[in-house]
DNA sequence: GCCAACGTTGGC
DNA sequence: GCCAACGTTGGC
């Protein structure tokens, strides 16, 4: 069964366009156990709502899809980088990244204050004040949001 | 840029 | 294991 889910980026930092012009992507930079843990159980082909968070507005806008399963995120092992976590070794690292690759921009850009207003999605934690980055989308609410985004 | 909500760290 | 302090996320 294909899984489902949403995971936010910063426009500014790698927005929808960026992805659409690399095609495929490592999502690196993941430091939230939670969100790891769900991209660990990601399979190939999963599908992805791409929502832009940190935006004017922030929302929903494009879809892409799990092109390679998780795999340690090398950024972590960088001490150069922003992501480095010096507790992780190769042996036993700490933090896992997916490739994602892109599929299309949503012919309709739904911003979270539309997301909001849609009943189906009350449960999400998209728009209950969690910041989970990485989130697991049910089969309704995927309808609901795959609709109203024209995708 | 502000700041509320939330997650993580670390002293005890 | 508690919880205060701190850091980050993300809407506004």
Redesign the pocket.
């Known amino acids: 069964m294909t899984g489902r889910w949403l995971m ?1 980026s ?1 426009p500014d930092v790698f927005g929808i366009d960026d992805l659409a012009r690399v095609k495929v992507e490592g999502w690196n930079g993941v ?4 969100a790891r843990n769900f991209m660990k159980t990601m399979k190939t082909g999963d599908e992805i709502l791409f929502y832009h ?6 929302g929903v806008a494009g879809l892409a899809r799990v092109a390679k399963t998780a795999y340690p995120d090398p950024t972590q092992f960088d001490r150069k980088s922003d992501y480095f976590e010096p507790r992780a070794t190769t042996a036993d690292p700490v933090w896992y990244q997916v490739d994602v690759r892109f599929v299309r921009k949503a012919p309709r850009f739904v911003p ?2 539309e997301l909001r207003g849609m009943p189906e999605l009350a449960a999400m934690p ?1 728009v ?6 990485v989130q697991p989308v049910t089969d309704a609410q995927w309808a609901a949001i795959v609709k109203a985004a024209g995708l």
């Open positions: 936010k910063e430091r939230n156990y939670q968070s940190n935006a004017e507005p922030p979270l204050d998209l209950n004040k969690s910041r989970l980055s």
